[in-house]
């Protein structure tokens, strides 16, 4: 079981987008401040648990990837241009991406495997995905005040640029 | 503190050696065996499939050292249960074509699970078609795909592939695709029968 809570941690090295888009998060979060980052933090952890949940109940077929990138854009957008966010904003960007990568993390499936085994594995998910979002919070929060927060914007135009990277080579021929 | 960073450090120690090992994601093969079942009339009513998973994914799936005496035949039948209900989901993941029609499989109701010597898990079911179809002089394609992307399913060799009656009038010949990716078709065997 602890194999596959361990597949679960880990299970956000498995896709660039999912990366790309919690680090852009946590950045994002860090430079809405400590109010910003009590919403965003609550908001992204209740809808990841809830995105995980639901990959038990259904399977959708969609470009994760697409959505989760695009979502990436505009979080990117967001911290270039260093926007003082409203609460209502900052729960619904968190709430977005915490929804589309918890859907997009469903666990290996085998046939037979016990339930228990599964939720071991979105366990580890939840919690890998909440730390890195947090641990990315943390040092926005020291810079997004040093040199009218420079670094925190150029990092948001860098996390733009990877998500357009991301995106073109996905669509590139093989 | 001391205990803080102790346990900091460990964990990015754990961090560092499991990450890369975790990041492909859980995978695990299994052996088949199949047997086109032909009714009286020729047709193709059913497969007897044997499958032998991998020795890791059979013991994530069945502990035999957790099964009491007198219990592991009751455990294997309970996970034999579960399996073929997940796997009914997916169509038993077979994807069988004659003559480039897709064709249907009704619900499972004949398997069994058992543990060979090498304490693999062996799964023999028949797999019925909806409707039996004729053989004689079609070409026949079977693929097994797992859409999770988790489970490979691989004939070893071409004799792993066997018909009946008719097999003497049957060419079958496997083609593997080397540069598939997980969640892509790895093994076509494809045969016509005159």
């Known amino acids: 079981m602890f194999q596959f809570f361990q597949q679960g941690f880990w299970h956000f090295l498995q896709a660039p987008s999912h990366i790309i888009v919690l680090s852009g998060l946590g950045l994002l979060i860090g430079q809405q401040g400590s109010r910003g980052i009590h919403i965003g933090l609550l908001s992204f952890t209740l809808t990841i648990v809830s995105g995980l949940l639901l990959t038990q109940l ?32 900052i729960a619904s960007w968190a709430a ?25 594995s979105l366990a580890g998910t939840a919690l890998s995905t909440c730390l890195l979002v947090l641990l990315v919070t943390l040092p926005s929060l020291v810079l997004r005040s040093p040199l009218n927060g420079i670094i925190l914007r150029v990092l948001g ?6 998500a357009l990277m991301v995106l073109v080579l996905m669509f590139s021929p093989r | 503190m001391r205990l803080w960073r102790f346990s900091a450090s460990g ?25 086109f079942v032909e009714d009286s009339a020729g047709n193709l009513g059913s497969l007897k499939l044997s499958w032998l998973y991998d020795g890791p994914v059979s013991l994530l799936l069945f502990d035999d050292e957790m099964s009491r005496q007198g219990e592991r035949a009751q455990n294997l039948a309970m ?6 209900s997940d ?18 499989f009704a619900t499972v109701t004949d398997y069994k699970l058992g543990l060979n010597k090498g304490k693999r898990l062996k799964l023999d079911f028949t797999l019925p078609l909806a409707q039996p179809v004729a053989l004689a002089g079609k070409q026949i394609e079977i693929k097994w795909w797992d859409p ?25 010949e496997l083609e593997n695709y080397p540069d598939a990716e997980h969640g892509e078709v790895a093994q076509a065997a494809r045969f016509r029968c005159q």
Not at chain 1, 70 to 88: C, E, V
Not at chain 1, 99 to 117: C, L, Q
Not at chain 1, 157 to 162: F, G, L, Q, Y
């Open chain 2, 87 to 104: 796997l009914q989901e997916y169509s038993y993941y077979a994807n069988l074509h004659v003559d480039g029609v897709s064709q249907q």
């Open chain 2, 11 to 35: 964990f990015a120690l754990w961090a560092v050696l499991n990450g890369p090992l975790f990041a492909v994601g859980y995978h695990y093969q299994v052996e088949v065996t199949s047997h």
């Open chain 1, 96 to 120: 977005l991406a915490g929804i589309t990568i918890g859907i997009d993390s469903a666990p290996s499936m085998i046939p037979g495997m016990k339930t228990a085994i599964t939720y071991a």
């Open chain 2, 148 to 172: 999770n992307g988790t489970g490979a399913l691989l004939y070893q060799s071409a004799n792993n592939v066997s018909m009946g009656s008719v097999k003497a009038n049957c060419n079958i």
């Open chain 1, 58 to 89: 259904f399977t959708l077929n969609w470009k994760h990837d697409v959505v989760l990138l695009i979502l990436a854009i505009a979080i990117g957008g967001l911290l270039a241009l260093r926007l003082n966010l409203p609460a209502w904003s």
């Open chain 1, 157 to 162: 135009s860098w996390v733009t640029a990877s």
């Open chain 2, 79 to 84: 996970l034999a249960d579960r399996i073929m």
